[in-house]
């Protein structure tokens, strides 16, 4: 994989779910999950099916091998009756990174809000993950000290 080559991005289509599979699988695989590519595929094909998330992904010649990807879900902000979208997954192959993969990714994202004319992008990292949060503070995100966020685990 060599990004140095003209980057692309641009939305996936269903036909682009069987490329996309593995990267989704190595993201999670990153976030300590096992393997499972079968159904990597199906939660994405699914989502993008009942239209609940928003996939762009990276490459250079061919579309078929994703150098990264980001995925994005809708939500809404009451308070100011608008869309958000989350920034859910960003994910960039080893081989790929820092090469400009991940920013060009975010920029799609960005301008897909913006497009849909949303309040904005929201997104969430791991603590210890300093690499991202440097990127998205150089992306001019703002860390959120206003809000506690909460979580209530329903399964084990």
């Known amino acids: 994989m060599n990004p140095s080559h003209s980057l692309t991005v641009r939305q996936a289509g ?8 593995p990267l989704f699988d190595a993201y999670r695989q990153f976030y300590r999950q096992p393997s499972d590519v079968e159904r990597a595929e199906c939660f994405l094909r699914d989502n993008l099916e009942r239209q609940q998330s ?3 992904f990276a490459y250079t010649e061919d579309p078929g091998q994703p150098l990264g990807f980001t995925q994005l879900y809708p939500t809404l902000s009451s ?4 869309r958000v979208w989350t920034l859910n997954d960003l994910f960039v192959h080893p081989d790929a990174r820092k090469q ?22 929201q997104l969430s990292t ?3 993950n300093v690499t991202a949060q440097r990127l998205y503070a150089a992306m ?17």
Not at 108 to 121: M, Y
């Open 140 to 156: 001019g995100y703002v860390r959120d000290d206003a809000f506690l966020h909460y979580y209530l685990r329903l399964e084990d």
């Open 126 to 128: 791991a603590v210890d």
């Open 54 to 56: 928003v996939i762009f």
């Open 79 to 82: 308070v100011a009756m608008m």
């Open 100 to 121: 400009g993969v991940a920013r060009a990714l975010m920029k799609s994202a960005e301008a897909h809000a913006r497009a849909t004319r949303a309040k904005g992008l």
């Open 14 to 21: 269903h036909g682009d779910i069987e490329a996309l599979a």
